[in-house]
């Protein structure tokens, strides 16, 4: 993205917000909290969706060397109040982008989001990852904070239906092994991974 002299200034004064909310919560509770922020301030999307670039750029550059258009949606499982992770693949690709979140009020809060941001192939559901019955031929990107990422796991193998790649987001410490043994890490710093694999 090109930034005016303002918007760098308005990206580093929220870098700066961030960095505060790290060194007072945990890392998960802070990203909640910013990500509740920028809902009720939508102006601030643009500098949040710049520190989250980043995190996304190693999956796009994985499904470059997949065909995309072979896949019927793209299922975010903990999308937070702010999803930035759906805003980002709906402006990139046509395909329909689903959001499933256990919280109604990061519901809401998105909902409120998307509609200011004006996507319209962006469907937000109030439900856990574990009951949604929808894995079928799509990309899948578990989120970084969802719970009980076992539990989602083996929904998906027990629902898959046509190929399936999946994108999981983790805590270093966190073992996802017992169910899929072929993870490749496409992204690792010294908190955070991302893994993924794929089902025919």
């Known amino acids: 993205m090109n930034l005016s002299y303002f918007e760098k200034m308005r990206y580093f004064l929220f870098r700066f ?4 909310l790290f060194l007072l919560f945990n890392q998960k ?3 909640m909290i910013e990500e509740y922020m920028v809902s009720f301030f939508p102006s601030l999307a643009k500098e949040y969706c710049l520190t989250r670039e980043t995190v996304t750029s190693n999956e796009i550059q994985y499904l470059k060397t997949l065909r995309i258009e072979n896949y019927e949606a793209i299922v975010i499982v903990g999308g937070g109040a702010t999803p930035f ?3 980002h693949w709906a402006s990139l690709y046509p395909i329909p982008v689903v ?3 256990k919280s109604k ?5 998105s909902e409120k989001l998307i509609r200011k941001l004006g996507f319209k192939n962006i469907k937000i559901i109030n ?6 019955n929808g894995y079928k031929n799509c990309i899948i990107i578990i989120s970084l904070y969802a719970d009980n990422k076992e539990m989602i796991l083996k929904k998906i193998l027990e629902n898959a239906g046509g190929k399936i790649v999946i994108f999981l987001r983790s805590f270093i410490d966190e073992q996802h092994d017992s169910l899929i043994k072929k993870w490749q890490i496409i992204d690792q710093n010294a908190n955070f991974r991302t893994l993924v694999t794929v089902i025919n």
């Open 29 to 31: 509770n802070a990203i």
């Open 127 to 132: 439900q856990y990852g574990e009951d949604y």
């Open 85 to 87: 992770t759906a805003i």
């Open 99 to 101: 959001v499933l979140d």
């Open 105 to 109: 009020l990061a519901k809401e809060a």
């Open 17 to 20: 917000i961030e960095r505060g």
